[in-house]
């Protein structure tokens, strides 16, 4: 018997989503998907900090600072992405939450951050928000601005922005899905 349930659809139905209504999503469905990023499994005892920003303003400036920094970066894809006035790196979503992690914590943070991010998507999905896991908005740390964004974001001292997801409510209900990859994987029994 094949095993599904609703876990199991979510994780496979879950897209990244690069195309956004203009509208802010609920407080109550914010509210879920942070609850849902807590609830991750982390090594380093919750060392880490979530930032969620619903100021337009704020998100714009994070967005050029970000493509400033990318117009410096020695590959060639980011430096593309930084110098086209049409990209968004945030792709006009209302909500971004940029998960940091304590840098002083002793366990491997870098994938507590990157499991609570992925519980952050996965808990949009369930509740029909779209979603995109966002790495190049990390780069407007990097930027001239990055410590006065720092301190706009309000970034406790001593926490490093390791990754960040955008939410809001989809424009395209559904998006195509690529076929798996073969052979990923050996089973020794
Ligand atoms: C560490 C990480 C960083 C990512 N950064 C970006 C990003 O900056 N911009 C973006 O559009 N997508 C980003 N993505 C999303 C990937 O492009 C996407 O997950 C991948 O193409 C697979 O597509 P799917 O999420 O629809 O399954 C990132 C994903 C991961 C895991």
Redesign the pocket.
Known sequence: MIVVNETLKVIKQ?????NFKGEQIKEEELQAVLEAGLHAPNAGNQAWHFTVIQNRELLERLNSAAKEAAKEMNIEQLRALGNNEKFN?L?GAPTLIIVSGNEQAPMPLDADC?AA?QNL?LAAESIELGS??????LLAFNSPQGSELRKALKIPEGYKPH?SAVLGYKKVAT?N??DRKPNLITYIR
């Open positions: 879950r897209r990244s989503i690069r790196c792709y990157a991010t998507l995109c896991w966002i790495f190049f908005v990754s998006v899905v690529p």
